[in-house]
C-alpha cells in the first residue's frame, strides 16, 4: 500500500485543536461487573488463608518490635538518675566541705 506524503518545506508550522469526548478524561475505577463484562477475568475478593495468617505475623511482629523499643527508653532514664546522683554527691561534699572549713 502506498501511502501519498506531502513535504512542505520552510512552511510555519500549524496549530489545531482537538476536541475530546469527556468520557476520555474520567479516571475512575471500574467497576468489577463491568470489567468482567468486558472478557477480563476477575479473582475473589476473599483473601486466602495463608495470606491473612501471614498478615498477622506480620502486625504480631511489628508489635513485638515496637514493645522492644522500651529499653531504650530504660537506659536513657537510667543514665538521667546517674547523672543527677553524681551532681548530687558533688553537691554534697562541696558543702559539708564548706561547712567543716567554716566550723574550723
Known amino acids: ?3 501519498a506524503r506531502i513535504e512542505v518545506l520552510d ?3 500549524v496549530k489545531f485543536a482537538v476536541n475530546l469526548d469527556a468520557a476520555e ?3 475512575a475505577p471500574m467497576p468489577v461487573d463491568e470489567l ?3 472478557g477480563l477475568p476477575m479473582k475473589s475478593v476473599e483473601a486466602a488463608p495463608a495470606l491473612v495468617a501471614a498478615k ?3 502486625l504480631h511482629n511489628a ?3 515496637a514493645r522492644q523499643k522500651l529499653w531504650r527508653w ?3 532514664a537510667a543514665l538521667a538518675v546517674l547523672l543527677i546522683e553524681t551532681w548530687l554527691a558533688g553537691w554534697i561534699t562541696r558543702w559539708t ?3 567543716a572549713e567554716a566550723t574550723a
Do not use: C, F, G, W
Request: negative net charge; aromatic residues 0%; hydrophobic residues 40%.
Open 1 to 3: 500500500m502506498d501511502e
Open 11 to 13: 512552511a510555519a508550522p
Open 25 to 27: 478524561s474520567k479516571t
Open 36 to 38: 468482567e463484562r468486558l
Open 56 to 58: 498477622q505475623e506480620t
Open 63 to 65: 508489635e513485638l518490635e
Open 74 to 76: 530504660l537506659i536513657v
Open 97 to 99: 566541705a564548706a561547712s
